[in-house]
């Protein structure tokens, strides 16, 4: 069966960085557009970044842009997400998802297009 398995969460200072990993597996990774939410206590799930199947294309919740960057290698079948100048609001639990040959912005932003889900990571932000 297919699974995705997130790592690399933790407690960190504001400031600092962390480098998430979902490692899939039970799916043919390179044919999926892989995308990162996160959910923060009493909020709803929001779309973090994502990237394209042939992995041609990267999108980004404005909140995040120039401080996260998505990065895929399919040998190892695991999508990344490098998490730089960390904020407090950044605190949530963070998960990755898997989308069948996904490739356009309005598909991969919205949460309910994607096919698997990971059981996510938390990451903690103290100020």
């Known amino acids: 069966q297919v699974q995705l398995v997130e790592s690399g969460g933790g407690l960190v200072q504001a400031g600092g960085s962390l480098r998430l990993s979902c490692a899939a597996s039970?799916?043919?990774?390179?044919?999926?557009?892989m995308g990162w939410f996160r959910q923060a206590p009493g909020k709803e799930r929001e779309f973090v970044a994502a990237?394209?199947?042939?992995?041609?294309?990267?999108y980004y919740a404005d909140s995040v842009k120039g401080r996260f960057t998505i990065s895929r290698d399919n040998a190892k079948n695991t999508v990344y997400l490098q998490m730089n100048s960390l904020k407090p609001e950044d605190t949530a639990v963070y998960y990755c998802?898997?989308?069948?040959?996904?490739?356009?912005?309005?598909?991969?932003?919205?949460?309910?297009?994607?096919?698997?889900w990971g059981q996510g990571t938390q990451v903690t932000v103290s100020s």
């Open positions: 039970g799916l043919a990774f390179s044919d999926y557009a």
């Open positions: 990237m394209s199947w042939l992995g041609d294309s990267t």
């Open positions: 998802a898997a989308k069948y040959v996904g490739a356009y912005y309005d598909d991969l932003v919205n949460s309910r297009r994607y096919d698997y």
